[in-house]
């Protein structure tokens, strides 16, 4: 029996995002995991209206958000005042 395929991609957070944009397969489960290493700016959250994920971010604690990728398209996130974002692209 095969293990089922998975796709996980991490982001840095510190003073932006880390990669800006990141790449998912559709159709395959997929987490992000998220890890603040600076405690500047309003990133201590990440947010996603388009996907609907809002998370905590500890400075030094990664934390890993579930995306579906039931739906191709791009995707935003960004921190809890929006003046960070990212862009999550499922194809």
């Not at 796709?7 to 998220?34: C, D, H, M, N, R």
């Not at 609907?52 to 005042?81: K, R």
């Amino acid at each position: 029996m095969m293990a089922e395929e998975k796709q996980q991609a991490y982001v840095t957070v510190a003073g932006g995002y880390s990669p800006e944009v990141v790449e998912l397969k559709q159709g395959v489960p997929a987490t992000i995991t998220f890890n603040r290493t600076s405690s500047q700016g309003c990133l201590d959250v990440v947010h996603s209206k388009d996907l609907g994920f809002e998370t905590e971010l500890p400075l030094g604690e990664e934390q890993t958000v579930t995306v579906p990728t039931d739906q191709a398209g791009e995707f935003t996130f960004s921190c809890g005042m929006d003046m960070f974002s990212g862009k999550i692209v499922v194809r």
